[in-house]
């Protein structure tokens, strides 16, 4: 194997090997100090220096390196090596730059960009946890991983862990993978989202697992900048796992729309809510082609949730109002659950629900399933089980059958 010299600044040791042709791009083998020390200006040299080098691989080996924010570049991967750990530095004063809060590991109008390999990232979140809750619920945090207007964005086989805020923000990202992906937060670290697509398009989420303190999934279509934009479009999302945390959801910021989610083959156990869409006037949007099938719930108290009040900040966009439209349930099991699903769209219309198939559901759940201000709702092929009421308490509701 050929060696190059990488000489991407004078304090940073680094072991540059030229890979075979089938991987075009260099190997960077970055070596930073585990001596507690902030090491983000070595490993962002190292970037940098991949980066301008046409792209390739930046591998961090096992060790624990603390860090402060760093910028991905295009087409970089940085690969963490088994027992490889970046700490955010508990200084939280390096997260902010001139005023501006700085996210741990942020990209902007990046392309190619990849964290794959098997170690973690950890947020070191706990300060930041307690100075929000001291604040009230107002200070703001960084993010673990923000990514804004990039493109081919891959996550595969690491850990996120003890974000301060949300753990991954693709916002604005088209083509975004995240595979076999682990996501650990305390169920009580405030907002703590796991994964939040926002205005995206064409987000794969598979073989994840998912363990925090608010939404494991979110996907968002709010306003950008005040304005109305694209929508998020096109995410799949399979083979997961979702334990604490508040579920699979879609919302609350909805105004640009979110079209064509589609979930398969996953399980929840013990999160707070299971399928759920939050919005509320002032914040919606239309929701559409929604599919959900061979889904397993145990000892989910809320396992469908369709809520147009989730929030009492309704905003100033009075006209951003939420809907869903076309939205499938299918093969759904619950056990354990304190209601069987609850639908309820806007007051005095039908319309902010409509065309909604739920087949092949078995639920068992202390009350019934509760469908209200809905149209065109078809259910089919289900047993409720429930201890007390009926099996569905059905109000203001036109066309559909089944229920």
Known sequence: MKYVVCMAAFFTLLSCSKKNNSTPGYLYVVHMATDGSNQAAILQSAIDSCNASGGGIIEVPAGNYVIGPITMRSNVNL??????VLTASSNMSVFTVNG?????????????????????IDGNGAPWWAAFNASGGTLSRPRLVYFTTCANVKLD???????????????QCSR???????????ANSPNTDGIDPSNATSVTITNCTIDDGD?????????????????????????????HGHGLSVGSET?????????????????TNGIRIKSNIGLGGAISNLSYS????????NPIIIDYTYSSNSGINTTDIPSVNNMTI?????????????????????????????????????????????SNVTMSNYVINVTSGNQVIATNTVGGSGY
């Not at 061979?294 to 108290?301: A, C, K, L, R, S």
């Not at 005095?348 to 068992?364: C, F, P």
């Open 79 to 84: 690969l963490l090596d088994t027992m490889a």
């Open 100 to 120: 501006k809060l700085l996210n741990l590991i942020g990209a902007t109008s990046a392309v190619n960009i990849s964290i794959t390999g098997k170690g973690v």
């Open 157 to 171: 086989g690491i850990t996120l862990q003890n974000s301060p805020s949300f753990h991954f923000v693709p916002n």
């Open 176 to 186: 975004v993978t995240v595979n076999n992906v682990k996501i650990y937060a305390p």
């Open 215 to 243: 939404d494991c999934i979110a996907i968002k279509g709010g306003r950008v900048s005040g304005k109305l934009g694209y929508p998020t479009d096109t995410v799949i999302i399979s083979g997961c796992t979702f334990l």
């Open 255 to 271: 105004d640009c729309g979110v079209n064509y989610v589609k979930a398969s083959n996953c399980t929840f156990s013990g999160t």
């Open 294 to 301: 061979n889904i397993t719930m145990t000892n989910v108290p």
């Open 330 to 374: 299918d093969h759904l099991t619950v056990t354990g659950a304190s209601n069987a699903g609850s639908l309820i769209g806007l007051a005095n219309t039908t319309n902010s629900i409509s065309n909604l198939t739920l087949t092949n559901l078995n639920i068992s759940a202390h009350t019934g399933l509760v469908l209200s201000n809905a």
